[in-house]
C-alpha cells in the first residue's frame, strides 16, 4: 500500500508559479512510476505529465509543454510538479498517482493504469 500527499497549491496570479509536490510512503518509490493529473470543475480528469521509475522519460500535455517540468527524487520518496507561466486555464484540483511497475507497453499518461492517488491541492490561477 502506498500513501501519496501532494501540497505546494495555492492561488496564484496568471503569470506566477507554484511547485508542487507528492510525497509517498513506502520503501519502494523508485519501482514507482508517478503521474498528475488535474480535474477543473464540471470537466473530466485530465493527464498532465508523468515520469518513469529512472527519470529517464518523461511526457507532458502539450498544453502544458515548455512551462511545467516534473521531477523526482526517490531518495526523497518525492515527485515534483513546477509550474510556471501559469494561466486561468490551468485552475483545477491537482491529483499525483503511482504505477508500481508498469509493463514496456503501459502508457504512463493513462488514468486507468494507476494503482493509487492522492487527495489532491487546489490550485487557482486568477486573470
Known amino acids: 500500500q502506498v500513501q501519496l500527499v501532494e501540497s505546494g497549491g495555492g492561488l496564484v496570479q496568471a503569470g506566477g508559479s507554484l511547485r508542487l509536490s507528492c510525497a509517498a510512503s513506502?520503501?519502494?518509490?523508485?519501482?514507482?512510476?508517478m503521474g498528475w493529473f488535474r480535474q477543473a470543475p464540471g470537466k473530466e480528469r485530465e493527464f498532465v505529465s508523468a515520469?518513469?521509475?529512472?527519470?529517464?522519460?518523461?511526457i507532458y500535455r502539450d498544453s502544458v509543454k515548455g512551462r511545467f517540468s516534473i521531477s523526482r527524487d526517490n531518495a526523497k520518496n518525492t515527485v515534483y510538479l513546477q509550474m510556471n507561466s501559469l494561466i486561468p486555464e490551468d485552475t483545477a484540483v491537482y491529483y499525483c498517482?503511482?504505477?508500481?511497475?508498469?509493463?514496456?507497453?503501459?502508457?504512463?499518461?493513462?488514468?486507468?493504469?494507476?494503482?493509487?492517488w492522492g487527495q489532491g491541492t487546489q490550485v487557482t490561477v486568477s486573470s
Open positions: 498517482a503511482a504505477r508500481y511497475a508498469p509493463n514496456e507497453g503501459d502508457s504512463i499518461s493513462l488514468g486507468t493504469i494507476y494503482d493509487y
Open positions: 513506502g520503501h519502494t518509490f523508485s519501482s514507482y512510476a
Open positions: 515520469i518513469t521509475r529512472s527519470g529517464r522519460r518523461i
